[in-house]
Each structure stands twice: as C-alpha cells, then as structure tokens.
C-alpha cells in the first residue's frame, strides 16, 4: 500500500482551451508524450502555457528502471520513419515556445536511435528557427560518437538526468545505466559544444543522504553542467519503488539555495518539479533568446567594420 501524499502534492486536473487542443492533436497525429506517458503533475500547467515534451520512438523502452512508467519491453526495431517530419508538423500548429524532445531506450537498435533523434531535431529548427528546443536524451551507453551526432543537431538544451546519487544508482535505475556513464554524456557535449547548456535533474525522497546528494553536485558541476532541478519521487505504480520519504518544501528550498551558491547557472526545486519544467524554460528561454540577439548584434558590426 502506498503512503498518502501530503497536501503540497495535490493538484488540479488538467484543463483548458491549450491543453485540449493539443491533446486532441496529438491523438490525430499518434504521438506520444512523456507528459501523458510518466503522468507529469505538471502537464496542464505547461501546455497551456505554451511548454510541451515529446516522447519519440515509440511507448516501449528497452530498460526497465524501477522509478519510471513507461512500458518497457523489446520495440523489435519497429519505428515510424516520417515520426520527425510529423513531430515538426504538430509542434508548427501549437503555438509552443519551448519544446522538450525526448525518447525511449532503443537499445535494439544499431545506432540506439540518435538518428532518428538528431533528425528530429534538425527537422524542427528547420520548420521553426525562432523555436527553442531542449533534448532530453537517453546515455547512448556512454557511445561520445553518438552523442556527439545528437549534438551536432543544434538543440539549444542538452539534457541527461542523472536521476539519483551514486549509491541508489544500481537499484534505482537499469542496469545498463550508470552515475558515470550519465556524468560521461554530459561532459561529451560540453568537450564537443562549450557553449552549449547541460542539465540534469534529482529524484529525492529515494533514501539519499544530504552528504551523497553534495556529491552528486559537485560531480555534475566538476563536468559543466549548467542547470539542475530536485522534484519529489513518486511512485507511480505499486510495482515501482516505494517511497521513503517525502521532502518538504523547505528543505526543496534549501538545495535550490546550496545548487545556486555553488554556480549552476538555473535551479528548479520544488515538490513537483519535474526535469521538464515550465518555469525553469521560461528562464532559459530569456537567457537563449539574449545570447543569440547579442551574438547577431555582433556578427552585423563584424559585418560593418
């Protein structure tokens, strides 16, 4: 049996004019979302706001992590060779700023699908320049060529959640994941693009100790990585992690307070912040958006000289 939620994880259902018409284009399309996929607590909130997260390359994922909902099983190579192009089409006819593309494992796949994936995310920035786009990736099992590919795709946002402190990792995650080889993803991309940002994002409440998760900071900034975000576990269903302790919202404050002093460049921290949250690419959206304005200033005075 799982232990009741405390009052400061109750939400609203999801609603609106946005949020409806969305869900209703996606189920013409066939696409999937992580927001629909792991129950975000957050959805309504952030498609009606103009945020959305897609999930490619199918509902089946090829890792079993004991935290998450996803279906998980063997795909069998199976995947939509026009899903990129469909993508790009719905994200045109939503009116989004931000979109957060995601995907399954495809282990089963040669390439473990960052094609596909890069493809994707070339499609959108070619259908929409203006649009920002944050990846959230799987590890590529570790693979710097792969990575790399997805990289070279431009998303203004390279995402991969380390998900949990070291110790936890092995019981927490698959075990074809690992606290390493996620660090290894995240310093690949800042070694191959150093101006472009990395994120990642904590589960707590899974038995982590303040000590282990000033570790697992330090690590991630040890390899640049720009933003974090701390939600609440959850568990989703009674064959997934029980819970072991939910945080409250003062001591969610006071990691976002240490996260900042130690020079992460943006800090979610809340009960319901989840690693695709609406008010953390708010910011990044206004910090993207004045980096490129800057940087197209000074290519027209370059220009001018």
């Known amino acids: 049996m799982r232990a009741p939620k405390p009052s400061w994880l109750k939400v609203k259902a999801p609603s609106g004019e946005n949020y409806t018409r969305i869900k209703d284009l996606l189920g013409e399309l066939k696409l999937a979302t992580v927001c629909q996929e792991a129950k975000c607590p957050n959805m309504g909130e952030c498609w009606s706001g103009g945020t959305a997260t897609f999930m490619l390359m199918g509902e089946v994922c090829t890792r079993g992590c004991r935290f998450c909902n996803v279906k998980t099983g063997n795909p069998k190579g199976a995947i939509d060779p026009f899903e990129p192009e469909k993508v790009a089409y719905s994200i045109s006819q939503m009116d989004l700023k931000y ?10 796949l040669e390439d473990q699908g960052s094609s596909h994936f890069a493809r994707t995310v070339s499609t959108i920035k070619k ?6 786009v944050e990846i959230l990736t799987p590890d590529f099992r570790g693979n710097k ?15 991969q959640n380390i998900e949990t402190v070291r110790r936890l990792t092995s019981s ?62 959850l568990q989703p269903t009674e064959r997934h992690l029980k819970v072991i302790e939910f945080i409250t919202p003062e001591k969610f404050k006071y990691w976002q307070d240490v996260a900042e002093g130690m020079g992460f460049l943006y800090v979610a921290s809340g009960p319901l912040v989840r690693s695709s949250y609406r008010a953390g690419e708010f910011f990044l959206e ?13 290519l027209k005075l370059e220009k001018s000289i």
Do not use: W
């Not at 101006?195 to 994002?201: A, F």
């Open 127 to 132: 259908l929409q320049p203006d649009l920002i």
């Open 145 to 159: 060529e792969l990575i790399q590919q997805l990289a070279d795709s431009e998303p203004d946002v390279f995402a």
């Open 99 to 108: 979109v957060v593309i995601t995907s399954v494992d495809r282990d089963d």
């Open 172 to 233: 927490v995650r698959d075990p074809r994941a690992g606290y390493d080889q996620t660090m290894g993803v995240l310093k690949t991309v800042k070694d191959h693009k150093p101006n472009m940002y990395t994120k990642s994002s904590l589960m707590l409440g899974l038995g982590e100790t303040d000590e282990e998760i000033m570790e697992t900071l330090r690590d991630l900034r040890a390899v640049g990585c720009d933003v974090i975000t701390f939600g609440q576990y």
């Open 286 to 298: 206004g910090v993207i958006r004045k980096n490129k304005k800057e940087n197209q200033e000074n």
